[in-house]
């Protein structure tokens, strides 16, 4: 059979068996290794073992579990609790000044935890009974939470670049500072947002009580205030200040990262024995998540590659005569409909590797691709109907939260990461303060 068929059959293949229900992890690696044994032969089974083991010992990937160990570990330290109520007092002045710490209080989760669900279960316990008993909108409330839940995948350092890096073979600090304009302006836009929602729609978000923001001004304010920021910020100048001023690479930032949250748990006086087998049983599940469907899908690269199906695209691209400034759009809305079906794991091993080939082609600069595809994925988390945020709010939220007012709620933020996407793509000079070799 022909390069081109049999390229077709695989991706049929792959689709039909993805979408009868079979786990993406072993749908790439039992297809791929049918097709492999037919077209290649046995010696398919010389040559796998080998790429196995190379993706097993890249250096890279240590930081994945190192990075979910991180932000474990922090949750149960207690840390988030005290943050998120300390802010909340802090902007309650401001109408929605409780909405807006949330956003705050997000990123910084961001830039310590990276952990998706854990940031939105942890926010959602904490924030979402107080936002409602103070008057905020359901919509408001739930949509607030879930964007900053978000912030994770996209405020470095984050287990999605990691993985993201590695895949496409760049730099994972370089990713880690192409990201923190985007990331500056996509906080920014959501306070702006949430700010002219409290006064167009004040019923919406309402201030917090005088009499409390009085007692907290009154009692112990700056002590409050720097046992809050204190610890957190500790650990984000720990990972990322070692990482940027190159002591360290970000695998050894990550487990800089891990002693360093263990460090503040035991400070907090919450590192137990239980707390230590529950932060090692989490990680060992997440970690094993990502790296069996990595193993799947470097079966699937090596049939993929092996048959030419690189070039195969590469040939489709040419004849079409896409610009290439629209190719990427294409690229980018493909990412966000998928988003909205499968994990963003799932994205990264099977999508990104067979569009790399076309990304060389058109010679772009792949550390802008890189965030352009971060805030995309990123926006996977809210997507309906499979969005894992929602999934992890809904589990928390009180019964009066219905699945229609976190939809509602994640919808207005969608908006703005789509808004953020397209001005990275048609303007990628907004990426002024990063290094040189990470601009279009």
Avoid: H
Avoid at 83 to 107: F, P
Avoid at 217 to 226: A, D, E, I, K, T
């Amino acid at each position: 059979m022909s390069a081109d068929l049999i390229t077709v059959l695989l991706f049929i293949g792959l689709v039909v068996l993805l979408l009868m229900g079979f786990p993406v992890a072993f749908t790439l690696g039992g297809l791929s290794v049918i097709l492999g044994y037919f077209v290649f032969g046995f010696e398919f089974f010389n040559l796998l073992p080998l790429r196995v083991f190379g993706i097993m010992t890249n250096y890279v990937l240590i930081a994945v579990p190192l990075f979910v160990f991180m932000g474990t570990m922090l949750e149960k330290s207690g840390i988030a609790e005290r943050l998120l109520n300390t802010m909340s007092l802090l902007l309650g002045r401001l109408r929605g000044g409780l909405a807006l710490s949330v956003i705050v209080v997000g990123a910084l989760l961001g830039a310590t935890t990276g952990v998706v669900g854990a940031t939105v279960t942890t926010m959602g316990l904490l924030s979402l009974p107080t936002m409602l008993k103070r008057g905020f909108s359901k919509s408001l409330s739930t949509g607030t939470i879930a964007a900053a839940g978000t912030l994770g995948q996209l405020v470095p350092p984050s287990v999605l670049m990691v993985l993201l890096g590695s895949v496409m073979n760049v730099s994972v600090g370089d990713l880690f500072a192409a990201a923190i304009v985007p990331s500056v302006l996509l906080v920014g836009v959501y306070l702006i947002y949430i700010y002219a929602i409290a006064l167009l729609k004040p019923e919406q978000a309402p201030p917090i009580d005088a009499d409390e923001l009085a007692d907290f001004w009154r009692q112990g304010m700056l002590v409050r205030v720097f046992r809050a920021f204190v610890l957190p910020s500790f650990l984000v100048i720990a990972v990322l200040g070692s990482i940027y001023t190159g002591i360290a690479t970000p695998t050894e930032a990550a487990a800089v990262g891990a002693l360093v949250a263990t460090v503040l748990t035991a400070l907090e006086k919450k590192l137990t024995w239980s707390v230590v087998l529950d932060v090692c049983k989490q990680t060992t599940f997440l970690t094993s998540m990502v790296f069996i469907i990595l193993v799947g899908a470097t079966a699937f690269g090596l049939v993929f590659r092996g048959i030419g199906g690189d070039d195969v695209l590469v040939r489709l691209l040419e004849r079409t005569n896409l610009n290439p400034q629209f190719f990427l759009a294409v690229v980018l809305i493909g990412i966000f409909v998928a988003g909205a079906f499968i994990d963003f794991i799932e994205i990264i091993f099977i999508f990104v590797p067979v569009i790399m080939p076309l990304l060389v082609k058109y010679n772009f600069n792949l550390i802008w691709v890189g965030i352009l595809m971060t805030v995309s994925l990123q926006t996977s988390f809210l997507t309906p109907p499979f969005g894992f945020t929602l999934f992890y709010l809904k589990g928390v939220a009180p019964p009066e939260i219905s699945t229609g007012d976190i939809y509602r709620g994640v919808v207005p933020f969608i908006a703005l990461q789509l808004l953020i996407t397209f001005l990275l793509l048609f303007f990628p000079d907004i990426l002024s303060l990063i290094p040189t070799g990470a601009r279009r």
